[in-house]
């Protein structure tokens, strides 16, 4: 079964907007990570916060992960059309397990 | 360039036959994996490799098979056994098995007619 679930499914705003997605796990996790996948494409690691950090800042990208709630959100602040994107969380319970990944949240960054 | 370069991009393929997809990797990492991608399904791991000579089981390797012979490549089979195979494929490795980041290739889309 998966192990991240994102929220909303997809989303649709203007350039300049932000956006906010979120990913809900089960079981206590080492880290978190994020993905993001453009059409027809791998993926591409944006970042990763492990269970002792709270927030991480990657030019444009914020990410928040709260483990008594078993939940992270991804915020990309100031969008862009480059942004649409279908975006993932991963999760790994230990340091040395394989990576669970979610649905996915596909977000529209309209010009 | 340094990479990963996933073959073919796309492949057609009958029912009943099995198919080859290539996977290789110049970064020098130990660890590669292989997803599966279906629409709404987010990925699914298939098979991986911490090692040379030495692989395991995902959470979806039934009609898939593997090998890791050389550390560069890591081919993956999709045999006739494996019921519903028309995917999109993405093959992954991880630099670092502590806690790293993936890298993955372009992908492969198989397609079953």
């Known amino acids: 079964s998966q192990q991240g679930e994102e929220d909303p499914q997809a989303l649709s705003i203007q350039e300049g907007e932000n956006a906010t997605m979120n990913c809900s796990y089960k079981?206590?996790?080492?880290?978190l990570q994020w993905y993001r996948q453009n059409s027809g494409r791998g993926l591409v690691h944006l970042i990763l916060i492990r269970s002792n950090e709270r927030e991480k800042h990657s030019g444009r990208l914020r990410v928040t992960l709260d483990t008594s709630k078993k939940s992270s959100s991804l915020l990309i602040t100031a969008s862009r059309a480059a942004d649409t994107a279908s975006y993932f969380c991963?999760?790994?319970?230990?340091?040395?397990?394989?990576?669970?990944f979610g649905k996915g949240t596909m977000l529209l960054v309209s010009p | 360039d340094g990479g990963i370069t996933q073959s073919p991009k796309y492949l057609f393929r009958k029912e009943g036959q099995n198919v080859t997809l290539s996977c290789e990797q110049n970064?020098?990492?130990?660890?590669m994996y292989w997803y599966r991608q279906d629409p709404g399904q987010g990925l699914r791991l298939i098979y991986y490799?911490?090692?040379?000579?030495?692989?395991q089981k995902g959470d979806i390797a039934e009609g898939y098979s593997v090998s890791r012979e050389k550390k560069e490549s890591f081919p993956l089979t999709v045999t006739s056994a494996q019921k519903n195979p028309t995917a999109f494929y993405l093959c992954a490795t991880r630099g670092t098995v502590n806690t790293g980041e993936l890298f993955f290739g372009e992908g492969s889309r198989l397609t079953v007619l």
């Open positions: 970064l020098n990492h130990d660890a």
């Open positions: 490799s911490q090692i040379v000579n030495d692989f």
């Open positions: 079981t206590s996790i080492n880290n």
């Open positions: 991963a999760t790994a319970v230990s340091g040395y397990s394989t990576l669970t």
